[in-house]
């Protein structure tokens, strides 16, 4: 357990992290901002990054994975403009953070993650922060989970080349989908509304992600 001036020192940590990587770089969702304030970062990276878990770049989390620079998460999560009552689809739950922000943003929360260990790391975590409104499942993040679809929101945390179709199709009619899109060298986060049927694209800003692969691997 942490002590009352350790608690006081992150705490101080993370809203430097808001007021300058964040809030200064023209982030104004106040809720957005709010959650990433409320939110304890070093406690969904490994003990050896936790100084640096407030720090301007991603993270190492284990299985080749990383959790991502704070702007770039605050960014994807303003332009999904999410309100609390949507149904959100996360591809990639990774360590958890990401999952724990929308979890403040929104109603409910269904969680893919490829890698086994990573799953069950994030759902410890998430369970023992008590972030109750989540689901976490180890599948194939391009599969989507259909079985809680339609999905007023998508966030997807890994590069795809294309679109993946089955994850637009459990977009309901109106809902967005966020997704850093493009080979390695030039990936750009974009914003991909279904409008009438058919997916409304929109380009954002350039980003450089891991890759979303297909399948599952079993870490345990």
Not at 73 to 88: G, I, S
Not at 108 to 124: F, I, K, W
Not at 188 to 199: A, C, N, T
Request: negative net charge.
């Amino acid at each position: 357990m942490e002590s009352t001036s350790q608690c006081d020192h992150v705490r101080t940590q993370r809203e430097t992290m808001v007021r300058r990587q964040i809030a200064e770089r023209g982030i104004r969702d106040e809720r957005v901002l709010d959650a990433m304030r409320a939110v304890p970062r070093h406690e969904f990276v490994p003990e050896s990054f936790r100084q640096d878990a407030y720090e301007d770049h991603p993270l190492p989390i284990g299985e080749g994975q990383t959790i991502s620079q704070p702007y770039i998460v605050a960014a994807m999560l303003e332009y999904l403009a999410l309100q609390a009552t949507d149904r959100v689809l996360e591809i990639g739950a990774g360590s958890g953070y990401v999952t724990a922000l929308l979890s403040l943003l929104s109603s409910e929360v269904y969680s893919v993650e490829r890698h086994a260990a990573l799953a069950v790391l994030a759902e410890s975590t998430l369970r023992r922060l008590e972030y109750r409104n989540v689901k976490i499942r180890v599948g194939d993040g391009r599969q989507g989970w259909a079985e809680y679809a339609p999905f007023d929101a998508i966030l997807v945390s890994a590069a795809t080349l294309e679109m993946p179709p089955a994850l637009f199709a459990q977009l309901r009619e109106g809902g967005r989908m966020m997704a850093p899109i493009g080979p390695p060298s030039s990936q750009e986060l974009q914003l991909i509304r279904k409008v009438s049927g058919q997916p409304d694209f929109r380009i954002l800003e350039g980003c450089r992600f891991v890759p979303l692969v297909e399948g599952t691997v079993d870490s345990r």
